[in-house]
């Protein structure tokens, strides 16, 4: 396996006129958790968004650039967006369970794409990877929306482990949770870096500083830094990543 | 100068009277229907045929006629408006081709029942008469379906409109196809709505006259014994009794039924809702 799982090249997007994201060009490499953080409204959740081609499901979006996963361009025509978002799963902002039972949320993505036998194994394993199965275990058919918060967002992680990914996108996946819950994610992020590729959009600075290997920082829909977490943190090369780091603006 | 308590006061008032406005209409409706018709309600009156025209017997052939129309009329747009509704909101892009369907679709809904009693005689009564048996619960049944295609249509629009973005993107990011989502996550959820305004598409398709006049209706109390017969109907009943001079006591009997049949199609519509929105609830 190459080292890098994901590379982007001169990537563009725009909204109709506006123009969210400018010229990314960024390497994520395998098993390892890559952060991104930046101010409100900077494009790193739009970036994030076209690792898995979310952004397919937003009218008017306009995308140039390549995002080669395993050094195949996921924009070329002959890619089925389906098996992608397999590989690339997501998790999301805020947590969302599908009004259903437990059980039926893991075991949603398998049965999605035909697998019938042994999903019992499946959303045992799942449940177990996303650090929630004790927690569950007696009650997978209670509906899902009476977990906390907290749950919640682990259950929509087990949901995501139970198709296999290879990738996994966190979308700010703590900013709706508690510090408990917070921490339990993040405990379960550094677990899941083993065998999962991680991206982490993220507007905690000390999150991005705990869990991440890799740290890029965007601001206005450019990718300003790109480096290891350490040599953001303690020596930015740009100005405007030691500005935001240091609170100055943000 | 008025005080603000005093001009709350006087808003208080006139939003209370159009409140106790709308509870009076209904029931001097109701109470004027059910004294004039409970005269003429008994078992017989349910479950017998009219005779002498409608004047002595009973209005069995109507209540199931009214039934067998209301079946077909649900059956017809049912998976044709949820269909419909499904494309509009889920398959295609907002822009010209939807804006043209919702206009259109409105512009059905605007047209009187009368011209759908019209194009259901020409259609299905005249041209397609080998196939619907003319006058028949057929032809009347997939006219009233027309009629409320664009309830059914608009409603469940609304109602799927209503499930979270979070939701199909949580499916969709686990790779799921967009119909299967539609099957397993949008459908679900939109499902109490749906409900809700097939059945009240239903009370409007029960209670019309105009469009089964000509495509189903008949005077003669027979029971029809399939959807190719003709049928009585309440609506058509009632019109006759009353037109006619027949029976007051009976058309007010009629019409009774016919609205306490509406109210429990209501009720329904209202328990199925809550029911059907028990798991739903975040």
Known sequence: MSENKIEVKDLNLWYNENHALKNITVDIRSNKVTALIGPSGCGKTTFIRTLNRMNDLIDNVKISGKVFLDGKNIYDPDVDVVSLRKRVGMVFQKPNPFPMTIYDNVAYGPKAHGIKNGLKEIVEKSLKSAALWDEVKDRLDKPALDLSGGQQQRLCIARTLAVKPEVILFDEPCSALDPISTAKVEELINELKKNYTIVIVTHNMQQAARVSDFTGFFLLGKLVEFGKTKDIFERPKERATEDYITGRFG | ?282
Do not use: Q
Not at chain 2, 81 to 92: D, K, M, N, S
Not at chain 2, 109 to 126: E, H, R, T
């Open chain 2, 1 to 282: 100068m008025i005080s603000a308590y005093v001009k709350d006061k006087i808003a208080k008032a006139i939003f209370w009277i159009s409140g106790m406005t709308i509870i009076l209409t209904l029931f001097a409706i109701l109470g004027y229907v059910a004294v004039k018709g409970i005269g003429a309600m008994s078992l017989e009156f349910l479950l017998e045929i009219p005779r002498a025209a409608g004047r002595e017997g009973g209005i069995f052939p109507a209540i199931l006629g009214t039934l067998y129309l209301t079946a077909i009329a649900l059956l017809f747009a049912a998976p044709i408006g949820v269909g419909a509704a499904i494309y509009l909101t889920e398959f295609t892009k907002e822009g010209r081709i939807t804006n043209i369907i919702r206009l259109w679709v409105d512009t059905l809904n605007a047209v009187p029942s009368i011209v759908f009693g019209l194009f259901g005689f020409a259609l299905f009564v005249f041209y397609l008469r080998d196939y619907t048996g003319g006058v028949s619960i057929l032809s009347g049944g997939l006219t009233l379906g027309f009629m409320i295609l664009p309830t059914v249509i608009r409603t469940s629009e609304v109602a799927i409109k209503t499930v979270p973005k979070s939701d199909k993107e949580g499916s969709y990011a686990l790779g799921a196809t967009k119909l299967y989502t539609v099957r397993k996550v949008i459908l679900p959820s939109a499902l109490p709505g749906i409900v809700t305004g097939l059945i009240l598409g239903l009370g409007r398709a029960a209670g019309e006259t105009a469009p089964i006049i000509f495509t189903a209706a008949v005077l003669n109390p027979i029971l029809p014994t399939s959807i190719f017969d003709p049928t009585m109907a309440l609506t058509t009943h009632l019109y006759t009794l009353t037109s006619e001079g027949i029976s007051e006591r009976n058309a007010f009997g009629t019409a009774l039924v016919l609205i306490i049949m509406i109210l429990i199609l209501n009720y329904t519509a209202r328990f199925l809702d809550n029911y059907l929105s028990r798991n739903l609830k975040r």
